[in-house]
Nanobody, 116 residues
Framework: QVQLVETGGGLVQAGGSLGLSCAPK???????MGWWRQAPGHRRELVAL???????NYLDSVKGRFTISRDSAKNTVSLQMNSLKPEDTAVYYC???????????WGQGTQVTVSS
Protein backbone atom coordinates (compact mmCIF):
# COMPACT_ATOMS: atom_id res chain seq x y z
CA GLN A 1 0.00 0.00 0.00
CA VAL A 2 1.14 3.51 -0.77
CA GLN A 3 2.84 5.19 2.18
CA LEU A 4 2.50 8.77 0.94
CA VAL A 5 -0.90 10.30 0.28
CA GLU A 6 -1.04 12.98 -2.39
CA THR A 7 -3.81 15.48 -2.87
CA GLY A 8 -4.33 18.07 -5.55
CA GLY A 9 -3.77 17.89 -9.24
CA GLY A 10 -6.32 18.33 -11.95
CA LEU A 11 -6.93 20.22 -15.14
CA VAL A 12 -5.98 23.86 -15.50
CA GLN A 13 -5.55 26.30 -18.34
CA ALA A 14 -2.13 27.62 -19.23
CA GLY A 15 -1.16 30.40 -16.87
CA GLY A 16 -3.20 28.96 -14.05
CA SER A 17 -2.16 27.52 -10.72
CA LEU A 18 -2.44 24.27 -8.82
CA GLY A 19 -1.29 23.14 -5.42
CA LEU A 20 -0.17 19.65 -4.46
CA SER A 21 0.24 18.26 -0.97
CA CYS A 22 1.76 15.08 0.37
CA ALA A 23 1.50 13.48 3.78
CA PRO A 24 3.28 10.33 4.93
CA LYS A 25 1.06 7.67 6.45
CA UNK A 26 3.89 6.59 8.70
CA UNK A 27 6.23 8.57 10.89
CA UNK A 28 9.99 8.45 10.43
CA UNK A 29 12.91 10.83 10.42
CA UNK A 30 12.94 12.61 7.08
CA UNK A 31 16.05 13.77 5.28
CA UNK A 32 14.57 15.00 2.00
CA MET A 33 11.11 15.51 0.57
CA GLY A 34 10.47 16.26 -3.06
CA TRP A 35 8.30 16.16 -6.11
CA TRP A 36 9.00 14.30 -9.31
CA ARG A 37 7.04 14.17 -12.53
CA GLN A 38 6.75 11.88 -15.49
CA ALA A 39 5.14 12.60 -18.82
CA PRO A 40 4.42 9.96 -21.47
CA GLY A 41 7.57 9.15 -23.40
CA HIS A 42 9.77 10.89 -20.86
CA ARG A 43 11.82 9.70 -17.94
CA ARG A 44 10.81 10.66 -14.44
CA GLU A 45 12.47 13.94 -13.51
CA LEU A 46 13.02 15.71 -10.24
CA VAL A 47 10.96 18.89 -10.05
CA ALA A 48 11.84 20.20 -6.61
CA LEU A 49 13.22 19.05 -3.31
CA UNK A 50 13.56 20.39 0.18
CA UNK A 51 15.87 19.10 2.88
CA UNK A 52 15.20 18.73 6.56
CA UNK A 53 17.20 21.93 7.01
CA UNK A 54 14.94 23.85 4.66
CA UNK A 55 17.24 24.10 1.67
CA UNK A 56 15.44 23.72 -1.64
CA ASN A 57 16.37 23.03 -5.23
CA TYR A 58 14.34 23.25 -8.41
CA LEU A 59 14.36 21.99 -11.93
CA ASP A 60 15.54 24.90 -14.07
CA SER A 61 12.35 24.99 -16.11
CA VAL A 62 10.16 25.55 -13.04
CA LYS A 63 12.30 28.09 -11.19
CA GLY A 64 10.33 31.19 -10.38
CA ARG A 65 7.04 29.41 -10.98
CA PHE A 66 6.96 26.53 -8.50
CA THR A 67 7.51 26.67 -4.76
CA ILE A 68 8.15 23.69 -2.52
CA SER A 69 7.47 23.97 1.18
CA ARG A 70 7.39 21.84 4.28
CA ASP A 71 5.23 21.92 7.36
CA SER A 72 7.33 20.34 10.07
CA ALA A 73 4.46 20.27 12.56
CA LYS A 74 2.23 18.33 10.16
CA ASN A 75 5.09 16.46 8.47
CA THR A 76 3.81 17.38 5.03
CA VAL A 77 5.31 18.74 1.84
CA SER A 78 3.53 20.90 -0.70
CA LEU A 79 4.19 22.15 -4.19
CA GLN A 80 2.61 25.37 -5.34
CA MET A 81 2.62 25.59 -9.12
CA ASN A 82 1.98 28.95 -10.71
CA SER A 83 2.08 30.15 -14.31
CA LEU A 84 1.57 26.61 -15.50
CA LYS A 85 2.53 25.68 -19.03
CA PRO A 86 1.37 22.80 -21.23
CA GLU A 87 4.82 21.25 -20.91
CA ASP A 88 4.19 20.90 -17.18
CA THR A 89 1.60 18.25 -17.97
CA ALA A 90 2.64 15.04 -16.23
CA VAL A 91 1.93 12.71 -13.38
CA TYR A 92 3.43 14.24 -10.27
CA TYR A 93 4.83 12.02 -7.55
CA CYS A 94 5.72 12.91 -4.01
CA UNK A 95 8.93 11.35 -2.71
CA UNK A 96 10.24 11.13 0.80
CA UNK A 97 13.69 9.97 1.77
CA UNK A 98 14.27 9.18 5.39
CA UNK A 99 17.52 9.20 7.25
CA UNK A 100 17.61 5.42 6.98
CA UNK A 101 18.41 4.24 3.47
CA UNK A 102 15.45 1.86 3.44
CA UNK A 103 13.02 4.67 4.24
CA UNK A 104 12.27 5.91 0.75
CA UNK A 105 8.68 6.12 -0.43
CA TRP A 106 6.65 7.34 -3.36
CA GLY A 107 3.17 8.78 -3.48
CA GLN A 108 0.52 7.30 -5.71
CA GLY A 109 0.92 10.02 -8.32
CA THR A 110 -1.52 12.71 -9.31
CA GLN A 111 -2.27 13.91 -12.82
CA VAL A 112 -1.61 17.53 -13.68
CA THR A 113 -2.91 18.56 -17.08
CA VAL A 114 -2.33 22.04 -18.44
CA SER A 115 -4.35 22.93 -21.49
CA SER A 116 -3.45 25.61 -24.00
Amino acid sequence: QVQLVETGGGLVQAGGSLGLSCAPKIIFNIAVMGWWRQAPGHRRELVALITSGGASNYLDSVKGRFTISRDSAKNTVSLQMNSLKPEDTAVYYCYVQGIRAQDNYWGQGTQVTVSS
